[in-house]
């Protein structure tokens, strides 16, 4: 099969559209995709750097989520056979790829309506978001919700989900074309951090403070996160795209206010929230209230540029990887 393999970590060359990659062997619990379409994430940015926190072994194929149909599955799977329309979240690896194969738990049925396109854009970022306000922030109606990157893939769906739950939204990017996205996605507020000092402007516009900051920054942010944060508020964090965040105990006291880490694999073993989230997103999006939006699809072949565009901050919404894409 044709595959993106990483044989070292590093810049954009070491993504190498490799012919004749071995197809993985299917496990009793695993299902085998033929990919249609894969997402892009930031995360694989980091894994193809060499940045990622957990250290994943190279040689790799890059690529954790798609979306596609069932080719094969081993012999304890119930859930699943071939034919059926699916999306897949693959850990650190795997989707750049014409197959992926991934233990049946990573694997998210489709409704009939949602399109393979649409589905390679779902699982990994909207249920993260999920997962991020839902599980960790137990987000309530009335709350302020400060949303950092809030034009990428994690972001919008954020913004969206915030807004759904009742809740007043502010978002932070870096220019006025990705604002204006924000503000089309239904961000109340977007302020501009190269041109102002985020946690004053916070303070401006409500003037408590936000009850939760979701932050995929990191390090740069802390000190305005302290600043927007109000009394008994929780940030937090789930990527770290500036590098590690660092928080004073004493200034988090200062506030009584919380931090917390949010990963999206913690929920996949909790299947009873796991399929909530699931259940409600899909929802959602059939019912275009959580719109994903696709900003640029590219062949397999020009997967060095897609990572430049991510790597870049130049990419807005969610970027995908056509595969197979003649699939329906
Ligand atoms: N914890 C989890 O389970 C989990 C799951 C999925 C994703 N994530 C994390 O969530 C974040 C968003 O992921 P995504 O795939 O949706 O990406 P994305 O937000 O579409 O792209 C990354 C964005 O981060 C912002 N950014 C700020 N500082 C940056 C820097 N130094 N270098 C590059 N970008 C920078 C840029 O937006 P602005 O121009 O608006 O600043 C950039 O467009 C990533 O950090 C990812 O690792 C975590």
Redesign the pocket.
């Known amino acids: 099969m044709r595959a993106v393999v990483v044989e070292t970590p590093g810049e954009l060359e070491q993504l190498k559209l490799t012919q004749n990659v071995e197809m993985p062997t299917v496990g009793e619990n695993d299902v085998l995709v033929r990919i249609a379409y894969a997402g892009?994430?930031?995360?694989e940015?980091?894994i193809r750097r060499g940045d990622y926190l957990r250290n994943p072994k190279y040689p790799l194929i890059l690529g954790s989520e798609a979306s596609g149909i069932v080719e094969q599955v081993g012999a304890n799977v119930k859930d699943f056979k071939p034919g059926d329309r699916v999306a897949v979240l693959s850990g650190d690896r795997g989707c750049y790829a014409e197959y992926v194969c991934v233990d049946e738990t990573h694997v998210v049925p489709i409704p009939a309506e949602m399109e393979l396109r649409t589905a390679a854009a779902y699982p990994?970022?909207v249920l993260?978001a999920w997962?991020i306000l839902f599980a960790s922030a137990r987000i309530r109606e009335g709350d302020w919700v400060l949303v950092?990157?809030?034009?990428?893939?994690?972001?919008l769906a954020l913004v969206q989900m915030a807004r759904i739950a009742g809740c007043q939204v502010i978002g932070?990017?870096?220019?006025e074309d990705?604002a204006a996205l924000a503000r089309e996605m239904g961000c109340h507020h977007v302020i501009n951090?190269t041109q102002q000092d985020f946690g004053r402007e916070v303070r401006k516009i409500v003037p408590e403070g936000v009850n939760i900051i979701c932050d995929?920054?990191?390090k740069?942010n802390v000190i305005g996160n302290l600043r927007s944060i109000a009394n008994f508020g929780l940030i937090v964090v789930?990527?770290?795209?500036?590098g590690e965040p660092k928080y004073d105990e004493k200034l988090l006291w200062g506030r009584s206010c919380g931090i917390t880490?949010?990963?999206?694999?913690h929920l996949v073993p909790h299947r009873t929230e796991f399929n909530r989230a699931v259940r409600e997103t899909t929802q959602w999006i059939l019912e275009g209230r959580l719109n994903l939006h696709i900003g640029q699809e590219y062949d397999l072949a020009d997967v060095q540029e897609a990572h430049r565009q991510?790597?870049?901050?130049?990419?807005q919404?969610?970027?995908l990887l056509r595969i197979n894409s003649e699939l329906k």
């Not at 892009?40 to 995360?43: A, I, Q, S």
């Not at 932070?172 to 220019?175: D, I, N």
């Open positions: 892009l994430n930031f995360m940015v980091l990994l970022q993260t997962g950092h990157a809030c034009a990428g893939g994690v972001g932070t990017t870096s220019s990705k951090y995929s920054v990191g740069v789930f990527g770290y795209a500036s880490m949010n990963g999206l694999y991510l790597e870049g901050r130049q990419s919404g969610k970027l």
